[in-house]
């Protein structure tokens, strides 16, 4: 009787697993509109893109829209929470995403569509106005261009180094402005770029000239000093010869034998035109007593630039 009880007992319990056998679900299919974005038109373009969560989606998208541009992407998240009773919070989540490059920022964008595809994949549908982008990022680009001019006309007031400096750091802001450019005239063929670059020109040749045309005449008493000064201003296409623009260098030697017989010098720099400072500095060697001077204040200053090796402000 025993036996026969656990054969039934056997029975019913295979039967009760075969009865429950685990079917998977099947795949959801991706949707039409994104395996088939709308028709793009004169100003308005579709893209989509997928990521773990909303956010990364967006950002996918857009780096789509922009892959021809080659724009940066960034992203800031800001999140909200409220309070409720028991200490629970609700997060209210608001993604502000942005694609950047030299201040070019895609912000003005429609989320269409979102899909949860899977548990950690979300598609998204966006819709970009690409005239409305543009017009505003040419507004930001004539704002930047206007005080580019304004600062260009201030340096040309300027003495020829502190000209020079000037110019060499509005030259770099200028050469990321023509990635800019060429991201507008991308988005707008009609839009004329020549007036930018012709002012981008101006500035050049105008560096090439205050370049060419500048020199100083250095004036030290110690010849492997003087020797080291000019071989640096030399190497950053600076003339040495006779010319209103005098570096007056002082010397301050003084001996140590606390640990070993040393020589210290105190390098003093001044730089003027006529009778108004441009620019000053000072500088320290230290020697083992009667060593060669060749080099050593070179060694010191070869990786200054201009700006920082006559400590203009």
Known sequence: MHKIFLFFLFLFIISGCSSHTYVAPKPKKLPVWYLNPPKNSENIVYVTGSGINKKEAILNALSNFIAG????????????KKSFGGGLYNK??????????????????????????????????????????????????????????????????????????????????????????????????????KKYLTFIDTVYNTYLRTKTSLKICVKCNVLPIKRDIEKYLIKHNVKIGNSDTVLDVKINK????????????????????????IGSNG???????????NNQLYDEIKNLNIKEFFNIK
Request: hydrophobic fraction near 40%; charged fraction near 30%; aromatic fraction near 12%.
């Open 69 to 80: 541009y080659s724009i940066k992407i960034s992203s800031v998240l800001n999140i909200n």
């Open 254 to 277: 003084k001996s140590s034998d606390s640990i070993m017989s040393l020589e210290v010098y105190n390098i003093y720099l001044i730089l003027k035109k006529e009778d108004t400072v």
């Open 283 to 293: 500088f320290k060697i230290v020697v083992p007593k009667n060593a060669n001077l």
């Open 92 to 193: 209210n989540v608001n993604y502000d995403v942005k694609a950047v490059i030299s201040g070019f920022e895609v912000s003005d964008y429609e989320v269409v569509k979102v899909y949860q595809y899977k548990f950690d994949n979300v598609l998204v549908l966006v819709k970009v106005d690409t005239s409305k982008l543009f017009d505003i990022q040419k507004a930001k680009l004539d704002d930047r261009f206007n005080r580019y001019r304004l600062e260009f006309r201030t340096l040309l007031k300027e003495n020829k180094i502190k000209r020079l400096i000037g110019l060499e750091n509005l030259l770099r802001k200028l050469d990321k402005e023509k990635n800019y450019l060429y991201v507008l005239k991308g988005m707008n063929p009609k839009f004329d770029i």
